[in-house]
T-cell receptor
């Protein structure tokens, strides 16, 4: 089973940059690392995906070192609406059979 | 982006009855869909893999006779909770990826179905 390790919770303030690191020691060679965001009573929403080095889109950046045993999601200048649970995972068995870990509960304060 | 729709968004049923939840990919075809269950303050737990035209694959510990999955077309998978009991009350979520895409791409999730068994 795919297994990831993330901090259980984090606190931040509006306007700050938030970095959430995830460990995934057993990731397979061909698997990508993907991050999802989930608000209460909603399905997860895709944030970003990467294989190695750095990926950036309009909402986040993803940093992956050469050994790919960890990754860091960076959220620039968070707002109150970024309060959510963030999951890092990779596909197990292909076709996006995603196994969710505990996730990181981010609370953004005014 | 692609859209996955679940119906109903919430349902309340009496203990002992069955409830069907639909998961539709609105603008793409999906050979495979996934069903998850989520209890309050917990993570998503994968229940089963729904395969179009064949039997679903259940994760360890998930009763296949209790959670019936049917994937009759490339855009629709259904999860039926049979003889529901209060302990089945949970948030059920499905996901799908366009068939045409290769591995390691974005998965799209439905908005979830809140099931309450009374």
């Amino acid at each position: 089973l795919a297994k990831t390790t993330q901090p259980i919770s984090m606190d931040s303030y509006e306007g700050q940059e938030v970095n959430i690191t995830c460990s995934h020691n057993n990731i397979a060679t061909n698997d990508y690392i993907t991050w999802y965001q989930q608000f209460p009573s909603q399905g997860p929403r895709f944030i970003i995906q990467g294989y190695k080095t750095k990926v950036t889109n309009e909402v986040a950046s993803l940093f992956i070192p050469a050994d790919r045993k960890s990754s860091t999601l960076s959220l620039p200048r968070v707002s109150l609406s970024d309060t959510a649970v963030y999951y890092c995972l990779w596909a197990a068995g292909g076709y996006n059979k995603l196994i969710f870990g505990a996730g990181t509960r981010l609370a953004v304060h005014p | 982006g692609a859209v996955v729709s679940q119906h109903p968004s919430w349902v309340i049923c009496k203990s002992g009855t069955s409830v069907k939840i639909e998961c539709r990919s609105l603008d793409f075809q999906a050979t495979t869909m996934f069903w998850y269950r989520q209890f309050p303050k917990q993570s998503l737990m994968l229940m089963a893999t729904s395969n179009e035209g064949s039997k679903a694959t259940y994760e360890q510990g998930v009763e296949k006779d209790k959670f019936l999955i049917n994937h009759a077309s490339l855009t629709l998978s259904t999860l039926t909770v049979t003889s529901a009991h209060p302990e089945d009350s949970s948030f059920y979520i499905c996901s799908a990826t366009p068939t045409r895409d290769t591995m390691n791409t974005e998965a799209f999730f439905g908005q979830g179905t809140r099931l309450t068994v009374v």
